[in-house]
């Protein structure tokens, strides 16, 4: 159990790292040319597809660091909560006293 | 020439100060998205305009960081099974009506009464919506929490359930089935408010939780697919007007992806109605904080007269209880997950110890 869970931190820094490089990558490739790009991205009409695929882009390799950066450092969402709420109680008929065969002594 | 140097106006030179302060907002921003499903908008534009980001532009490119955090969010979530696909697109499809009425309402306002007056409409509209709804859900989260874990359906929820009009749609993962209709007004106003003081979850998780009936859980996470459905829309529209800026985008996303995931796997920690607690915290502070930025727009508009410097502290306060608010939400949220963390190591310790034995 324990060599699982070491194996699987491994493999969540090693993501990291990988997607962390990916991400630092578009990010100095966007701000080593932060001019030029700033304004082609806001020419509007049909450049508007530039910015938003670049946040699309950007979201994918920055959101996988994040999440392995916190898998790697243990931080995980635990498994004891569930999202379901209790069921609402079916509300019974109402219970006559039946009738008790008494025996006296 | 003219329009180089208008172009050259709209975005803002880049410090590290500017650079740290957008990121760390940006973090705290997406933690607080991740745990109650909204926030960080409504201090992410007027912290990026207090830096000198045109109003405009400060709108445009906080949108285009929301929808991709709010997509990352959401898919997050949903591997906890917590969102309701369905819920979200529902409310999404009449939430986009809601956003088109709002900006038809704004423009009457603007073209009415001009810029201050817009904004003394934002404000209130804030002050009124935070307050009412706010306390609602405080007084709410205050009550829950005085009974058992379990979390029954509101009283208006469940007798709006009960209403067979149809087309009557189940949502299976938050597990109740009502009436299409009665999804609209909540969507649609969702939608106006987003429009209005660009967030509509102080609204829409609200409704989802009082009016439809789905829990704080699935409600805060359902309304992370609508802030990706409606920031989309609106991205795709202020970006056809070259108004994004693509470098003050990014250093928003990077703090706020980080936070929004660290949020997402905060609300497995903690017991339910602490998403109240913290929405409805967060609601009460920043309307306090509007309501002490009214002052200028009623002098501008010369309703009232006031002094100046009296004016710029009120501003100075508004601005910092903003950030307070935020801040607040973040230190609930992080520490119900370190004290949820602590709790469930002990607990293993002790079953471990035990096993031993």
């Known amino acids: ?9 491994k493999k ?22 932060s001019d030029a790009l700033t304004s082609l991205f806001s020419l509007g009409g049909i450049y508007a597809a530039l910015p938003i695929a670049t946040v699309f882009a950007f979201s994918f390799a920055h959101g996988a660091f994040a999440s392995n950066l916190w898998s790697a450092l243990g931080i995980e969402a635990t498994t004891k909560k569930t999202a379901t709420r209790p069921a609402e109680s079916v509300p019974r008929p109402a219970q006559r006293p039946r009738a008790r065969l008494r025996m006296s002594a | 020439m003219t329009e180089h140097a208008l172009e050259a106006a709209k975005f803002i030179d880049l410090t590290w100060m500017n650079v740290s302060f957008l990121f760390i907002v940006g973090f705290i921003g997406g933690l607080v998205s991740g745990f109650i499903g909204s926030g960080g908008a409504f ?23 929301k929808f991709p955090k709010a997509m990352v969010g959401a898919y997050k979530r949903f591997r906890y099974g917590q969102v309701d696909l369905k819920l979200g697109i529902v409310m999404a499809a009449s939430a986009t009506v809601g956003v088109q009425i709002g ?28 307050i009412t709804v706010g306390s609602y859900v405080f007084y709410d989260a205050w009550k829950s929490s005085k009974v058992t874990d379990a979390d029954p359906v509101p009283k208006l929820a469940r007798r709006l359930q009960s209403i067979n009009l149809p087309p009557m749609i189940h ?45 704080g859980l699935i409600s805060s996470a359902s309304e992370l697919v609508i802030a990706f459905l409606m920031g989309l829309g609106g991205t795709v529209k202020w970006a056809m007007a070259g108004m994004v800026d693509i470098r003050l985008t990014l250093i928003i996303l990077a703090g706020s992806l980080l936070g929004v995931q660290l949020g997402a796997i905060g609300t497995t920690y903690v017991k339910e109605n602490m998403i109240k607690i913290v929405m409805g915290s967060i609601m009460i502070i920043v309307a306090f904080s509007r309501a ?17 410097s009296a004016l710029s502290f009120m501003n ?32 293993r310790q002790v079953s471990e110890t035990y096993e031993n034995v």
């Open chain 2, 171 to 215: 949502f299976k993962t938050a597990n109740l089935t009502i009436s299409l209709w009665f999804t609209i007004p909540v969507g649609l106003l969702t939608g106006l408010l987003a429009a209005t003081i660009a967030v509509g979850g102080f609204v829409g998780v609200p409704g989802m939780i009082y009016v439809i009936g789905a829990s």
């Open chain 2, 43 to 65: 201090v992410l534009t007027p912290g990026m305009m207090s830096l000198g980001v045109p109003a405009a532009v400060a709108v445009a490119s906080n949108m285009c960081h």
């Open chain 1, 12 to 33: 969540a820094v090693l993501r990291t790292v990988m997607y962390g490089a990916v991400s630092a990558a578009m990010l100095a490739a966007v701000f080593s040319h």
């Open chain 1, 1 to 9: 159990m324990s060599a699982n869970s070491e194996t699987k931190k």
């Open chain 2, 292 to 308: 002490l930025a009214v002052p200028q727009y009623l002098a501008q508009l010369d309703l009232i007269s006031a002094n100046q």
């Open chain 2, 316 to 347: 100075m306060v508004s601005f910092a209880l903003m950030c307070l608010a935020l801040a607040i939400g973040a230190v609930i949220i992080l520490g119900s997950m370190i004290k949820a963390k602590r709790a469930e190591l002990v607990n």
């Open chain 2, 103 to 130: 900006i038809k309402i704004q423009e009457w306002i603007l073209g009415k009464w001009g810029e201050a007056g817009s904004n003394l409409y934002v404000s209130l509209s804030f002050v009124f919506v935070l």
